[in-house]
C-alpha cells in the first residue's frame, strides 16, 4: 500500500491535521507509517487460522444476529463481502456513513470495510435512537446509515429510513438482519458477486492512502446540547493505541474483552487497537450483563479486559459470585471514567494477583496511564496518575515523552509549579486531535499555545510534582455507566413540554453506574410533573434510554447567579440531600 504523509483521497472531510505537523510527527517517530488496513492486512497474513473476533453469546436475543466466531481469514472474507455491497449500493470514497451497531463482529468488519472503500465511519452507540442519529447525521452529511433491523425492541433501519427525507445528504440505509422492507440494502444473506468483490480489491489496491487521511468522526456531548464531532485519522489511533498497548501488553496469544461500546475512545483504544497491534482475539460484549461479561471470560480464557470502578467494587464485594466463574486467565484489566478506590485496586492485585491499569482520557485526548510498571504500590497508582509534564522523573510508556501536560489556573491562566495547586489540565502531543468537525463546536477546544484544554481539575501532587490527582470535572458532563449526557440536551427538549416552567439535569452517585440523572423541575402553573410523565415525554422523542430522567425533585424555583446562569453546585447538593431522605 502506498504511503505518502501528505496527498489523499479527495473526500470532503479534509485531512485531519495540517502537513507540516504530519511530517514531523512522522519525522520523530511518534506516529507509524502504517494504516491501520496495513495492520489488518498483517495480521491476515501471519495469523489468518488463528481466532480473530467472537460475537457476545446473547447477540441473537439483543438483536436477531446469529453470534459468530471468525478467524482472521474468514473475518477478511466478511470485510470483503461488506464492502462490496456498500460500494455496490452507492458508497464511494470519502462518503461519511453513520454506523448503528451493537458490539460485534459485524461491527468489526464494517469498519474494516468502510476504511477499504476510503470511507469514513461515524460511529455511535447502538442506545442511540432516531432523535441522536438524525443530530449525528446531518452534522457529517452522513450519505448512509449502517445498522441492524432489530434492537431489543427497537427497529433501527425504520428510524434511519425516516430520516432519509429529512436529511439532504442521506441517501441510503444498509441493514443487518431480515430486511422486510425494500428500501433498506441488507448486508447479510446472500454472499456479494464476486465480481463487486473484485471491483473493491482493485479499488483497494488503488487509492493512495495517507496516515492522515480521517477514517471516523466521533461524538462528544461535551457541555453543549448538540454533539460535537471529533474526527480521526490513521495516525491518531495508531499513536493512541500504541500508548494504550504499551501499558496493556497484549501479545499474538491474548484474548481481549470488549465490554465498553467500541464507537470512541475508551471502545477503540482499550480494545479495537491493541487486538490490532497484536493479532490477538478479540471477544465482544455489550449491553453490560455481568452473568454474561464473567461467563465469557472463563470460557474464553480472557487475558485483558476493561471494567468500570463500581464493577470492580461490585465484584470484591461479592465473592459468592466470583466464586462461580474462573477468572483466573485475567493478566491486566483497564479501569477509569471515575476515581478508582485504592483499596480496590490494593485488593485486585494482591487477593485476585489481577494488575489494575488507571486511565484518564477523552475523545479527543489519549487517556494518562497508569500502570504497575511505574507505580507497583496499587493504593498509589489509583488515587495518582503520571504527570508527563515532570522532569523529576520518566515513565516506562513512550507517549509520556511525546506529550507535554501544564496545569493552569483556571480563572487567571497562569501555569500551577507548586505541588498541592490546582488547575486545568492542558495536553499536546500526538495522540491530540486536530480540532472539532466545522459547525459543530462553539468554539476551538486549544489555548493560544496550542495546548488542548481539557476542562478538568488535577492536583499537583507528589515529592516534585511527578503525579496529577484527579479533583473534579469543570464541565457539566454527567457519566452514567461510561456515556456521556449533557445535561443541556435534555433540559433543551424538558423545557418544551407545557407541564414544565424550569428545569435542571443533574447527576447524583449511583453504587453501580457511577451516575444517573435527576430531573429538577419547576412545575408550570396548574399543572402536576411526575418521572413517569418526564420520562414518556423523553421517550416519544426517540432519545437514548440511557438518557433519560431516574429521579424527579421538585423545586420552587432553580438557584441562579444574578446573570441567570443556573447554580449547578447548590443543586447537585440539593440533590444529595434530597437522596439522603
Known amino acids: 500500500m502506498i504511503i505518502t504523509p501528505g496527498r489523499g483521497p479527495a473526500h470532503h472531510i479534509p485531512p485531519c491535521h495540517p502537513p507540516e505537523r504530519v511530517h514531523d510527527y512522522l519525522a520523530q517517530g511518534w506516529w507509524r507509517r502504517d494504516t491501520l488496513l496495513d495492520l489488518f492486512d498483517r495480521n491476515v497474513a501471519t495469523r489468518g487460522a488463528h481466532r480473530a473476533v467472537t460475537d457476545p453469546p446473547n447477540l441473537t436475543d439483543l438483536s436477531g444476529l446469529a453470534s459468530e466466531s471468525l478467524t482472521w481469514l474468514e473475518l477478511d472474507s466478511k470485510v470483503d463481502d461488506i464492502a462490496a455491497k456498500l460500494h455496490t449500493g452507492g458508497v464511494r470514497t470519502g462518503d461519511v456513513v453513520a454506523v448503528l451497531l451493537p458490539n460485534s463482529v459485524v461491527l468489526t468488519a464494517t469498519y474494516f470495510a468502510l476504511w477499504r472503500i476510503g470511507a469514513i465511519a461515524a460511529p455511535m452507540p447502538a442506545s442511540y435512537r432516531r432523535h441522536e442519529l438524525s443530530r449525528i447525521a446531518a452534522s457529517c452529511d452522513a450519505v448512509a446509515v449502517v445498522t441492524a433491523t432489530a434492537l431489543h425492541d427497537r427497529v433501527p433501519h425504520e428510524e434511519a429510513l425516516s430520516l432519509v427525507d429529512e436529511i439532504a445528504s442521506l441517501r441510503w440505509v444498509f441493514a443487518f438482519g431480515v430486511v422486510t422492507d425494500s428500501k433498506a440494502v441488507p448486508l447479510d444473506g446472500r454472499p456479494a458477486a464476486p465480481s463487486a468483490i473484485e471491483e473493491?480489491?482493485?479499488?483497494?489496491?488503488?487509492?493512495?492512502?495517507?496516515?492522515?487521511?480521517?477514517?471516523?468522526?466521533?461524538?462528544?456531548?461535551?457541555?453543549?446540547?448538540?454533539?460535537?464531532?471529533?474526527?480521526?485519522?490513521?495516525?491518531?489511533?495508531?499513536?493512541?493505541?500504541?500508548?494504550?498497548?504499551?501499558?496493556?501488553?497484549?501479545?499474538?496469544?491474548?484474548?481481549?474483552?470488549?465490554?465498553?461500546?467500541?464507537?470512541?475512545?475508551?471502545?477503540?483504544?482499550?480494545?479495537?487497537?491493541?487486538?490490532?497491534?497484536?493479532?490477538?482475539?478479540?471477544?465482544?460484549?455489550?449491553?453490560?450483563?455481568?452473568?454474561?461479561?464473567?461467563?465469557?471470560?472463563?470460557?474464553?480464557?480472557?487475558?485483558?479486559?476493561?471494567?468500570?470502578?463500581?464493577?470492580?467494587?461490585?465484584?470484591?464485594?461479592?465473592?459468592?459470585?466470583?466464586?462461580?466463574?474462573?477468572?483466573?486467565?485475567?493478566?491486566?484489566?483497564?479501569?477509569?471514567?471515575?476515581?478508582?478506590?485504592?483499596?480496590?485496586?490494593?485488593?485486585?492485585?494482591?487477593?485476585?494477583?489481577?494488575?489494575?491499569?488507571?486511565?484518564?482520557?477523552?475523545?479527543?485526548?489519549?487517556?494518562?496511564?497508569?500502570?504497575?510498571?511505574?507505580?507497583?504500590?496499587?493504593?498509589?497508582?489509583?488515587?495518582?496518575?503520571?504527570?508527563?509534564?515532570?522532569?523529576?522523573?520518566?515513565?516506562s510508556t513512550p507517549v509520556a515523552e511525546r506529550t507535554s501536560v501544564r496545569l493552569v489556573d483556571v480563572v487567571s491562566g497562569a501555569e500551577i509549579t507548586q505541588v498541592g495547586g490546582r488547575g486545568e489540565l492542558r495536553i499536546k502531543g500526538p495522540?491530540?486531535?486536530?480540532?472539532?468537525?466545522?459547525?459543530?463546536?462553539?468554539?476551538?477546544?486549544?489555548?493560544?499555545?496550542?495546548?488542548?484544554?481539557?476542562?478538568?481539575?488535577?492536583?499537583?501532587?507528589?515529592?516534585?510534582?511527578?503525579?496529577?490527582?484527579?479533583?473534579?470535572?469543570?464541565?457539566?458532563?454527567?457519566?452514567?455507566?461510561?456515556?456521556?449526557?449533557?445535561?443541556?440536551?435534555?433540559?433543551?427538549?424538558?423545557?418544551?413540554?407545557?407541564?414544565?416552567?424550569?428545569?435542571?439535569?443533574?447527576?447524583?452517585?449511583?453504587?453501580?453506574?457511577?451516575?444517573?440523572?435527576?430531573?429538577?423541575?419547576?412545575?408550570?402553573?396548574?399543572?402536576?410533573?411526575?418521572?413517569?410523565?418526564?420520562?414518556?415525554?423523553?421517550?416519544?422523542?426517540?432519545?437514548?434510554?440511557?438518557?433519560?430522567?431516574?429521579?424527579?425533585?421538585?423545586?420552587?424555583?432553580?438557584?441562579?447567579?444574578?446573570?441567570?446562569?443556573?447554580?449547578?453546585?447548590?443543586?447537585?447538593?440539593?440533590?444529595?440531600?434530597?437522596?439522603?431522605?
Not at 487497537?273 to 471477544?283: A, E, K, M, R
Not at 465473592?319 to 477509569?336: A, K
Not at 452517585?509 to 412545575?523: Q, R
Open 200 to 395: 473493491v480489491r482493485r479499488l483497494n489496491r488503488q487509492l493512495t492512502r495517507t496516515v492522515n487521511d480521517c477514517i471516523t468522526i466521533c461524538w462528544t456531548s461535551g457541555t453543549e446540547a448538540a454533539p460535537k464531532g471529533v474526527p480521526r485519522c490513521h495516525g491518531d489511533w495508531l499513536a493512541i493505541g500504541q500508548a494504550t498497548q504499551d501499558g496493556l501488553r497484549t501479545t499474538s496469544e491474548s484474548v481481549i474483552l470488549a465490554p465498553f461500546p467500541m464507537v470512541n475512545m475508551a471502545g477503540f483504544a482499550t480494545s479495537l487497537l491493541p487486538w490490532l497491534l497484536s493479532g490477538s482475539h478479540l471477544v465482544q460484549h455489550q449491553p453490560l450483563d455481568l452473568k454474561v461479561y464473567l461467563d465469557q471470560i472463563q470460557r474464553h480464557r480472557v487475558t485483558h479486559t476493561s471494567m468500570p470502578p463500581a464493577i470492580l467494587s461490585l465484584l470484591l464485594q461479592n465473592p459468592l459470585l466470583r466464586s462461580e466463574f474462573d477468572l483466573s486467565s485475567l493478566e491486566r484489566v483497564g479501569s477509569g471514567g471515575a476515581p478508582l478506590p485504592p483499596s480496590v485496586v490494593r485488593d485486585w492485585q494482591l487477593e485476585l494477583g489481577i494488575e489494575v491499569m488507571n486511565f484518564f482520557g477523552s475523545n479527543e485526548g489519549v487517556c494518562l496511564l497508569g500502570v504497575a510498571a511505574d507505580t507497583p504500590d496499587p493504593m498509589m497508582r489509583a488515587e495518582y496518575l503520571p504527570n508527563y509534564g515532570s522532569t523529576a522523573r520518566s515513565w
Open 431 to 581: 495522540t491530540i486531535f486536530a480540532d472539532y468537525l466545522p459547525g459543530t463546536a462553539a468554539s476551538s477546544p486549544f489555548d493560544a499555545e496550542g495546548y488542548l484544554r481539557t476542562g478538568d481539575v488535577f492536583e499537583l501532587c507528589g515529592d516534585s510534582g511527578e503525579y496529577l490527582k484527579f479533583v473534579d470535572r469543570s464541565k457539566e458532563i454527567i457519566i452514567r455507566g461510561g456515556m456521556n449526557i449533557a445535561p443541556a440536551e435534555i433540559e433543551g427538549l424538558l423545557i418544551a413540554d407545557p407541564s414544565v416552567a424550569d428545569v435542571a439535569i443533574i447527576g447524583y452517585a449511583d453504587p453501580i453506574l457511577g451516575e444517573k440523572c435527576c430531573a429538577v423541575v419547576v412545575p408550570a402553573p396548574g399543572y402536576e410533573v411526575t418521572l413517569a410523565a418526564l420520562v414518556s415525554s423523553l421517550r416519544a422523542k426517540d432519545i437514548a434510554s440511557f438518557k433519560l430522567p431516574e429521579r424527579l425533585l421538585i423545586v420552587d424555583d432553580l438557584p441562579r447567579n444574578p446573570m441567570g446562569k443556573l447554580l449547578r453546585r447548590d443543586l447537585r447538593l440539593l440533590v444529595a440531600e434530597d437522596g439522603r431522605r
